[in-house]
């Protein structure tokens, strides 16, 4: 994957960019415009954290060691697949404009939900794995506990940050398609699409 500059001013741009879900102007383009800033700043934030978890897994190569060294150096793996995948996304979508039409709108938003319920239950995995390595660790003549520990723990918060951020992001699509979902029904009963 090759990284662009726009990767990088996008990292610094879409922290500080306000939402203003509650802002209406004309529904079906506020609801493209609100849709694509919820993504843009759900890719910004998992993009911060990669590079933070990249950071910590540099700097345990030098300063720590046991189960703090393997704490950061899982961190870091995570941030490299992670950093990957939100890259990724930004190429598929940062300058996808959709399709007109109320109905290829639903379909966007229910494609959206799916896939973040989806990442809601692998998240709660990564929780209840991580958890199942940590106390794996404790076992009776179990080798490598450090790396157990500091590998648990590490799945286990990256797992509990995933997940708030994703039903942190679940929400904000829900408010955005509930604000245009009665004008998006009046368009499609005008056309004769059911729902």
């Known amino acids: 994957m090759k ?3 726009q990767h990088f001013r996008f990292l610094f741009t879409e922290l500080q960019r306000p ?4 802002i209406t102007h004309d529904e079906l383009a506020d609801f493209d415009q609100r849709f694509r800033l919820i993504l843009r700043k759900h890719l910004s934030i998992l993009g911060w954290w990669s590079l933070l978890n990249i950071a910590g897994g540099l700097l345990a190569l030098l300063l720590l060691k046991g189960s703090a060294y393997y704490f950061c150096m899982m961190g870091m793996i995570w941030g490299l697949i992670n950093f990957a995948i939100a890259m990724a996304i930004l190429d598929h979508t940062f300058y ?4 007109r039409g109320a109905f290829e709108r639903f379909e966007s938003q229910r494609h959206v939900e799916k896939l973040m319920f989806l990442n809601i ?6 929780i209840f794995v991580g958890l199942f390595l940590r106390e ?3 076992a009776c003549g179990v080798g490598h506990a450090d790396l157990w520990l500091g590998f648990g723990w590490a799945v286990v918060v990256q797992g509990l ?3 708030m951020q994703d039903i942190l992001v679940y929400r904000l699509h829900r408010k955005n398609f509930k604000k245009a979902q009665p004008f998006l029904e009046k368009e499609l009963g005008n056309r004769g699409h059911p729902l």
């Open 19 to 22: 939402l203003q879900l509650d």
């Open 3 to 5: 990284l662009k500059w």
């Open 121 to 126: 239950g692998i998240d709660s995995a990564y």
């Open 161 to 163: 940050f995933l997940l």
């Open 136 to 138: 794996h660790s404790f």
């Open 96 to 99: 996808r404009k959709f399709r």
